[in-house]
């Protein structure tokens, strides 16, 4: 089945600083990849997805970059603010049984003042 | 009411109770989740419901027990349970099961004794 690796776990920069986090997935033919966003305390909310007919998205300040060939997505955050801080959770769902979403372990983002 | 909604939100119970977890949407969707949430796994799929018929049971312990009644309403029937059973369970809801976004609630903190 599918399996998806998300690195790093925790990561900080400084407020105006950019953040990457990086997604590998197992599953070549899985083809809808989206990225969900959870503060503390909160539910997981949905901030950007993109298909694999797709090689990049973009929406203000969040980019998502999909290389179907290598198998690894990556979330881009530009001009960081203090409420980007949040764990952030990649996922793919696979083809064959697209009511699925596996889920990366999460990344932990803190933009520091 | 908007979203998705979860009854209760904090819950603690012993090891020999028997409590229900409830989750209801009022965005007209047809497919619902059941997803744990722990530091072990993140975000670890348990069931998934399509116009009310089960899709899928992810391997998961028959001391959880869901009930999808009709295509707004999820249950999640707990009895017998374990310390490590202690957790966030999140609900969620999507349009289809066709790979779309997942709108979830905001989780009931469980507890077990």
């Known amino acids: 089945g599918e399996n998806v690796e998300q690195h790093p776990s925790t990561l900080s920069v400084q407020e105006g600083d950019s953040a990457v986090i990086k997604c590998t997935y197992s599953?070549?033919?899985?083809?809808?990849f989206p990225w969900y966003k959870q503060e503390l305390g909160k539910r997981p909310q949905l901030i950007i997805d993109?298909?694999?007919?797709?090689g990049e998205k973009k929406d203000q300040r969040i980019a998502v970059t999909l290389n179907k060939t290598a198998k690894h997505f990556s979330l881009h955050i530009t001009e960081t603010q203090p409420e980007d801080s949040a764990v952030y959770f990649c996922?793919?769902?696979?083809?064959?049984?697209?009511?699925?979403?596996?889920f990366g372990s999460g990344t932990r983002l803190l933009v520091r003042p | 009411e908007t979203g998705v909604t979860q009854t209760p939100r904090h819950l603690v119970m012993g090891m020999t109770n028997k409590k229900s977890l409830k989750c209801e949407q009022h965005?007209?969707?047809?497919?619902m989740y059941w997803y744990k949430q722990s530091a072990k796994k993140p975000l670890e799929l348990m069931f998934v419901?399509?116009?009310?018929?089960?899709?899928e049971n992810n391997s998961v312990p028959s001391r959880f027990s869901p009930e999808c009644p009709n295509s707004s309403h999820l249950f999640l029937h707990l009895h017998t349970l374990q310390p490590e059973d202690s957790a966030l369970y999140l609900c969620?809801?999507?349009?289809?099961?066709?790979?779309?976004?997942?709108?979830f609630g905001p989780g009931t903190r469980l507890t077990v004794l």
């Open positions: 969620a809801s999507s349009q289809d099961t066709s790979g779309r976004e997942q709108f």
């Open positions: 599953d070549s033919a899985s083809n809808y």
């Open positions: 993109i298909r694999s007919n797709v």
């Open positions: 996922a793919a769902s696979p083809a064959d049984s697209s009511y699925k979403l596996i």
């Open positions: 965005l007209g969707h047809n497919a």
């Open positions: 419901y399509s116009l009310e018929e089960r899709v």
